[in-house]
């Protein structure tokens, strides 16, 4: 994220924007139709040279015939729009709670959860965990002064882009009070006449930045740069701001469970985009016509709202887990992390129950392209970062539509110890709030596509355990045997090393592989 707003930052100084070229066209292809786009992770590598899924072929060649059983997929995200057209059939309804009764009918502790629970409450905007670590007495621990320094690196990253993001907001307004128009295209701002001064600077300025930002979408661009950075300075990286007041509980200590709401999606909070998002991967109806299609058919999301706008809470993704672990879910997914976890403890405990009970957990690797084997990342299934504590959790990292060196997004997190395998993460079509669909990119996107493979090998062969579901994944993929760019700085490295795997998610093979163990 901060890497496309630096690159917004420059057009603003130099009023020019500048487009950068492949050094590797080895594996050029033809641009995706617009069709193909929407659904390209569900594509097959053999057959349409992408480095999709293959999860057409198992629902054309596989299961046509053949009738699944129900799986409860909960998604612990930032809330989930359960009234989206191509959701709502398969929004998890609670049979043993009568709604808005104002009872906890089924005595699971959770009053009127009828789809799901909401750990955050009212919160919504909240600070990262080493600015909360900061708020408080330094203990001169190495976890501190790391904390310190973590805090005034990103904070000098960020306060110099808000002259900018203010320019921009600034020739923005010029040119909607010019057009008289609250929204305007790019074809609006290429006709617009510029005589003033002031009128062609904020054309120019806006020009460039429709170039760099793709044309079509760019105020919604705007919009998302102005909310990153302000978001960041107001809530994120505010030492004064306190966002879990509100929630009204301790947030350090573990038995004080009481809180929250049964509220999981409220119309016009804009951060249900993500976890909206992510529940369609998984399980927006397929074949449908509209929209994109869910990767799994049977799947019926629980949502659980945990994940604010800002780092989550130890305590809430513990409890979150549990809750879906009570309340039937066989697979959770976690598109969430950060790099400090002060209550990691919790977590790996809830992990471990999750075991006992036979259910998966697919998390995201992270979307700071760095090598997570040597560096911070929570949450995470290792103490050591060698060792594997539970035999439940998958750590997906994220792959792009062009098969070849440049197939792993540059964002993505790796480690050849601490991230599993590989799945479509970048140009990923999916809901959004408000009857609406969108793209959107990161190992959040990656790891609800294989939370979705891993219900539909739940619902097929329900025989299976989670552990054995997690191998079939992991070792019925598609091998790459060639070196992949990683990172930033674009560094070389076998494929092999990227993953414990070597391998890119198959749900075509996974499938075939079940169905031989299921045996």
Not at 3 to 14: G, H, N, V, Y
Not at 328 to 340: L, T
Request: negative net charge; contains cysteine; hydrophobic residues 35%.
């Amino acid at each position: 994220m901060i890497k496309k707003f630096l690159a917004l930052s420059f057009i603003a100084l130099s009023y020019t924007a500048f487009s950068q070229t492949s050094a590797d066209e080895t594996y050029k292809k033809q641009p995706l139709s617009e069709q193909q786009l929407q659904r390209w992770s569900h594509l097959d590598l053999v057959q349409d040279s992408i480095p999709g899924m293959s999860v057409d072929k198992v629902y054309t060649e596989l299961i046509k015939d053949k009738k699944g059983v129900k799986v409860i997929v909960a998604v612990i995200d930032s809330g989930v729009d359960i009234v989206h057209p191509d959701l709502q059939s398969r929004i998890w309804t609670n049979k043993n709670e009568k709604p808005n009764n104002k009872k906890d009918d089924d005595k699971n502790g959770f009053v009127d959860d009828a789809h799901g629970w909401n750990f955050l409450g009212e919160a919504n905007n909240e600070n990262l965990e080493l600015v909360r670590m900061l708020k408080k007495p330094n203990d001169g621990s190495e976890v501190y002064k790391n904390a310190l320094a973590d805090y005034e690196k990103k904070y000098d990253q960020v306060f110099p882009l808000k002259p900018t993001v203010d320019m921009f907001l600034k020739a923005d307004k010029t040119i909607r009070e010019e057009l008289k128009k609250e929204d305007y295209t790019l074809e609006d701002l290429n006709q617009m006449p510029s005589v003033k001064y002031e009128l062609f600077q904020s054309k120019r300025m806006m020009q460039s930045f429709a170039e760099q930002s793709g044309g079509k979408n760019f105020r919604d661009d705007l919009m998302e740069f102005k909310d990153y950075v302000y978001d960041q300075l107001n809530f994120n990286l505010n030492k004064e701001f306190d966002g879990r007041k509100i929630v009204g509980d301790n947030p350090d200590d573990i038995k004080d469970n009481k809180y929250g709401n049964n509220v999981v999606y409220s119309k016009g909070r804009k951060d249900s985009l993500h976890g909206t998002h992510v529940a369609g991967i998984i399980a927006q109806v397929r074949g449908n016509g509209i929209g994109g299609d869910g990767v799994a058919d049977n799947a019926e999301i629980m949502p659980i709202r945990a994940v604010p706008n800002g780092d989550e809470y130890d305590k809430d993704i513990a409890l979150a887990i549990r809750y879906a672990v009570d309340n039937g879910a066989k697979v959770i997914n976690g598109s969430f992390g950060k790099d400090y976890s002060p209550h990691k403890e919790w977590v790996w405990e809830a992990l471990k129950y999750a075991e006992t009970k036979d259910v998966l957990i697919v998390f995201a690797a992270g979307n700071d392209g760095k090598n997570i084997d040597t560096e911070p990342s929570f949450p995470s299934d290792s103490t050591d970062k060698k060792t594997e504590i539970v035999s439940n959790v998958l750590v997906i990292g994220a792959l792009n539509n062009n098969y070849g060196s440049k197939m792993v997004a540059d964002f993505s997190n790796y480690g050849a110890v601490n991230v599993d395998i590989f799945a479509p993460g970048v140009k990923i079509y999916a809901t959004i709030p408000d009857g609406k669909y969108k793209y959107e990119q990161g190992t959040s996107m990656a790891s609800p596509n294989v939370a979705g493979v891993a219900a539909i090998i739940r619902s097929y062969y329900p025989n299976l355990k989670a552990a054995q579901v997690k191998q079939i994944i992991m070792q019925s993929g598609t091998p790459i045997n060639f070196d992949v760019e990683i990172g930033d700085e674009h560094q070389l490295m076998p494929f092999s090393q990227t993953c414990v795997s070597g391998k890119i998610v198959n749900a075509y093979n996974a499938m075939k592989m079940a169905a031989e163990l299921s045996k």
